[in-house]
């Protein structure tokens, strides 16, 4: 919840479910009040800062209960109208003062500093609202035991203080936050010293207390309405990752994949994922081949000189981007069970000011010099592969992180533990890469400093683990991303077989990683020749067969190779045929769009003896009538012109097309059945 100048004093009603209305009873609403006043009773007092705040109104909202209990023993036979209005609002003040102190134990310590006056100044304006209403209340016409009368006129006394009160000890602090702040917007190395007494007083002590409190800082910049709010939030986080590895080192990495929500180890579905970046899609557009990618990865792909789609390999007939309104609020909801914060990309263009802040700046580059400082005396492997797994999370953060950890010269480094024997050293190492070369800037350097291409396609080949093979394959994916470097990727024989190899023997989650970066080299027409020579199509025939869940890739990356391929392709891609159908009766849409499309090629170059092939699957034309009528628009396409090339053959219209059998020319005359509407 966010706590700013502008939400003080807060105005904000129950839910529906829990507001009293007046038409019902005067129990019922005194019963609430009770209930309410116990449950701000219950709360723990704020620690570390506004304790004598919190403390105020828990003690107020404890006394008013005694009063509710005895209305609720000794009921008077009605309340005079004032009475009810009085119950009434006090019972919305009460909920809005539990709000309060629920927001301030929950939220951002840094920020909460940062806000210190105005929600020293919230907690006032509430107690003036109640002292209001403690005041129009009429006490005698509530048949009150003498007691609770005094009790009342207690609580009167206890609101009337005259201003809020601001703690000077959490204002002192404060103001040494600003001057923290200060000194790292200008460059200038804080005090260790000083950082380490303000964390101690806001009860950060250690690494993971640092990491919730990046958590609640990037909520609250979720929840900040202003540039100028979120620029402060965007400043503190950036202290606070500095704070975290200067003052309590790098945190011990966990064993988690990459395309994983930040300081979870929960896996992000594989349609939610952009098919360039493979991370979280938060602006889901169409191109023109009804492929989805991230509004901001694609349009850089359209951007660096592009004109086919990135998936399936096609030239784009218009560069027009669609919103995937369904697939986006489909990604909204899962964001919202498993707790992750949602921003569009329209979001970030508009605070892109708030966010690229000198603060900001400041922080990340001392984090990084500081890190890589610390890998250069790193004298342990433990040590190491904390301080590698720290700069693998900033270099997911953003591009100025990117650009900050390249400049300070982090790539040599981390090729040097890509051939470490830790498996855990060499995940984080690769992964750092993988998540660097997102900047095309790094591109350039990964692929021209000295080892570090040749680290990459080694752990790719031999990588200790699945992950580190799959997160190696990944990055060739990324670097793939610029032409002259995927033509140079795919004229490394390595670089196929390893690709290869992972997608035939690795887990669901590499093999896509292998499918996705050997469908980009398939986008060069030269090495689609190497691709056979590998065996892509027996490969893709074999990750059909064994994985259904893949099907939709593997079709994929059929269909640009019999279409780049010629006739050689149409030869290796002869014995998918029945694959193909298999997949046209039971594969998502755009398995079954691409595996249409991969099944007219072949028909088209192999001649009759494919139409037949095709033709002897049982329930062929019905599969193709229903494609016809179901299907994606292109589907529908595609599955007509399978269908006329079916009827044509049964005519006998084609009898002496050239058939390609293996490397042989052949013309071959077939008896045809009959096929029926």
């Known amino acids: 919840m966010a706590i700013s100048p502008q939400n003080f004093p807060r105005k904000r009603r129950p839910s529906a479910g829990s507001f009293i209305s007046p038409t019902l009873s005067d129990r019922r609403l005194v019963q609430s009040l009770l209930l309410v006043s116990q449950e701000i009773s219950s709360l723990a007092p704020l620690q570390f800062l506004l304790k004598r705040n919190s403390v105020s109104i828990i003690r107020k909202s404890n006394l008013l209960a005694f009063l509710f209990e005895e209305l609720l023993r000794n009921p008077v036979s009605c309340f005079a109208p004032t009475a009810i209005l009085c119950f009434e609002e006090m019972y919305i003040v009460l909920q809005r003062m539990k709000t309060l102190i629920e927001d301030c134990s929950n939220g951002s310590r840094t920020w909460l500093l940062m806000q210190n006056e105005s929600v020293s100044n919230g907690f006032h304006e509430l107690t003036l609202d109640l002292s209001t209403l403690l005041d129009i209340i009429p006490v005698k016409g509530l048949d009150l035991v003498e007691d609770i009368e005094e009790l009342v006129l207690l609580i009167r006394k206890q609101c009337s203080e005259t201003a809020a009160y601001v703690d000077p000890t959490d204002e002192t602090l404060r103001r040494d936050l600003l001057k923290m702040l200060d000194q790292i917007k200008r460059e200038i190395v804080p005090d260790h010293k000083k950082l380490a007494e303000i964390f101690e007083k806001l009860d950060l002590q250690d690494s993971a207390s640092c990491s919730d409190e990046i958590k609640s800082l990037e909520e609250e910049f979720q929840n900040q309405r202003d540039d100028k709010s979120k620029s402060e939030v965007t400043a503190l986080i950036g202290l606070v990752r500095y704070a975290k590895c200067v003052l309590f080192g790098a945190s011990t990495p966990k064993s988690h994949g990459r395309r994983q929500k930040s300081m979870t180890d929960t896996i992000i579905p594989a349609d939610f994922r952009c098919p360039i970046t493979l991370d979280l899609m938060r602006d889901p557009v169409v191109v023109a081949t009804g492929q ?52 569009t990309t329209e979001v970030n263009d508009k605070v892109k000011a708030a966010t690229q802040n000198k603060t900001l700046f400041g922080a990340t580059k001392m984090t990084v010099l500081f890190l890589i400082n610390k890998l250069t005396d790193s004298e342990s492997v433990e040590a ?175 269909e640009v190779v019999v279409r780049r391929g010629g006739l050689v392709a149409v030869a290796a891609a002869y014995h998918a045929i029945k694959k193909l159908s298999v997949v046209l009766r039971s594969g998502s849409d755009r398995a079954r769009e691409s595996a249409a499309a991969t099944l007219v090629n072949i028909c088209r170059k192999g001649g009759s003896e494919t139409v037949a092939a095709l033709a002897a699957m049982p329930g062929i034309e019905r599969v193709i009538w229903e494609l016809m009528g179901t299907g994606t628009e292109r589907c529908r396409r595609k599955a007509a012109s399978l269908l006329r090339m079916l009827r044509r053959w049964a005519a006998g219209l084609d009898e002496d097309v050239p058939t390609t059998t293996g490397h042989s020319t052949t013309v071959t005359t077939t008896s045809r059945p009959v096929l029926h509407s």
Request: with cysteine; net charge neutral.
């Open 384 to 558: 190491t592969n904390r301080v590698v797994h720290e700069l693998r999370v900033l270099a997911k953060t953003d591009s100025e992180s990117r650009a900050c950890i390249a400049e300070a010269g982090a790539i040599p480094l981390l090729v040097r533990f890509l051939g470490s024997d830790n498996p855990s050293l060499q995940v984080n190492a690769v992964t750092t890469l993988l998540n660097l070369s997102i900047l095309e800037a790094n591109k350039t350097r990964i692929m021209e400093i000295d080892g570090a291409l040749n680290g990459v396609i080694e752990v790719l080949r031999s990588g200790a683990t699945w992950e580190a093979k799959g997160n190696a394959a990944a990055t060739i994916f990324s670097l793939a991303g610029v032409q002259s470097y995927r033509k140079r990727l795919g004229k490394k024989t390595r670089v196929i077989k390893g690709l290869m190899d992972l997608a035939k023997g690795g887990p669901a989650s590499s093999r896509r990683d292998a499918l996705v970066a050997i469908l980009s080299l398939a986008g060069e027409r030269d090495t689609v020749g190497r691709l056979i020579e590998g065996g892509v199509v027996e490969m893709v025939i074999e990750v059909m067969a064994a994985s259904p869940e893949e099907a939709e890739e593997a079709v994929t990356v059929l």
């Open 292 to 343: 989805t990618y991230d509004r901001t990865s694609i349009n850089r792909w359209i951007e660096s000189g592009h004109n086919m789609c990135p998936k399936t390999g096609q030239i784009l007939a218009h560069t027009n981007l669609i919103q995937n309104r369904a697939l986006r609020n489909l990604i909204i909801l899962w964001c919202r069970e498993q707790e992750i914060p949602f921003q």
